[in-house]
């Protein structure tokens, strides 16, 4: 009994009762030799991709600008979606590194289901046999803004340390604007909002963007099959939550013996327009006025260029149908330009059709062997 006292009371220590001050994240991305030691091995990242919808495209372009012989992918596609499944399955097939999780389920948007799905995931890398060192999710709608090489040499100076990016210390104003003092119950694709409710005292409540880089030792304390009381208690709250993922990870970080090293900064640059992006626009899936950002264009271009002195490494969000050329532009500027015998890049391709024949005999390329061609029109390399 002593011993578990103590414990919680240095937890209590540690996290602190005064002001929180995140760590910072170490401005050297050089990973070059030391007189007095060898460098470092680089680290190897696992990509948790959680896909929706029918841009096939979009997520073997992603997965192409992404991918390199020494990191892994995880893609969770939405359980309504099997067109993307079915489709994705090449790339498991053709990839050692690229796996499709069959522990497939279906969200929405704000749903208690997006942390089991990321937790269940994460087991599942836990389990994979493979040697990582951090996970970073993301959807089809993030690309990167930094090449795998700068992103690869950050985290290795910054290994161990976990990514979130915090609403900032204005709690009450985030507790009331998030609706976490309200009950929610997910119920036939939607969320139901039952009633106000006391949360939990003595916990620290933190929350701000679900898009995360996670360091291991941490995923596996959050994630792991043998959970700690505190994780316990706070998957209880959240799964009765709003916009769980958002609060969850950077609560339970905050509260244990991870805090030190929290950073708050989540590798990302949003497009925010707040008047344009927080219009209820999901009431019909449930019952809270939410925000979601909105779609970069070619007029954004300067603004991810400018990224190239800051700590951010992605971006959200894309939407080929709404801007292609945004998409082209920020591969270009990262890659080089396109070899001249490519065409098509501009083109909108939403896969729909299979390979046909015609009736005098020919084969058409279809849709969907059309967008796999052109998102990989450059070939994949290991630098």
Known sequence: ??????????????????????????????????????????VRIAYLLTVNGRALRQVHRLVRALFHRDHFFLIHVDARQDYLFRELLSLELRLPNVRLSRRRQATIWGGASL??????????????????????????????VKTNRNLVDFLTANRDKNFVKSHGRQVRRFITKQGLDKSFVECEARMW??????????????????????????????????????????LKVFKHTLLPAESFFHTVLRNSVHCFSY???????TNWKRSLGCKCQYRHVVDWCGCSPNDFRSVDYSRLVN?????????????????????????QWLYGPYPTSVSGCTDIIRPVSVAVRTLSGQTKWSTKLLGEYLSFCRPITTS
Not at 11 to 38: I, R
Not at 124 to 139: C, K, T
Not at 263 to 269: G, V
Not at 307 to 316: C, D, E, G, H, V
């Open 1 to 42: 009994m002593w011993q578990n006292c103590s414990y919680y009371k240095m937890n209590v220590y540690q996290t602190g009762l005064s002001k929180f001050q995140p760590q910072s994240a170490s401005e050297d991305e050089s990973v070059g030799p030391s007189l007095s030691a060898p460098p470092p091995p680089t």
């Open 115 to 144: 942390v089991s799905i990321l937790l269940d995931s994460m087991q599942q890398l836990l389990d994979s046999g493979w040697e990582w060192d951090f996970i970073i999710n993301l959807s089809e709608s993030d690309y990167p």
């Open 193 to 234: 909002r039952i009633g106000d409710r006391t949360l939990p005292q003595g916990i620290v409540m933190d929350g701000g963007s679900d898009w995360l880089v996670l360091s291991r030792s941490f995923v596996s304390y959050v994630a792991s099959a043998d959970k700690d009381e505190l994780v316990q208690g706070l």
């Open 263 to 269: 950073i708050d900064n989540n590798l990302h640059i």
């Open 307 to 331: 990224t190239r002195s800051k700590q951010l490494y992605f971006a959200r969000k894309f939407e080929p149908i709404v801007s292609q050329e945004i998409v082209n532009k920020l591969d």
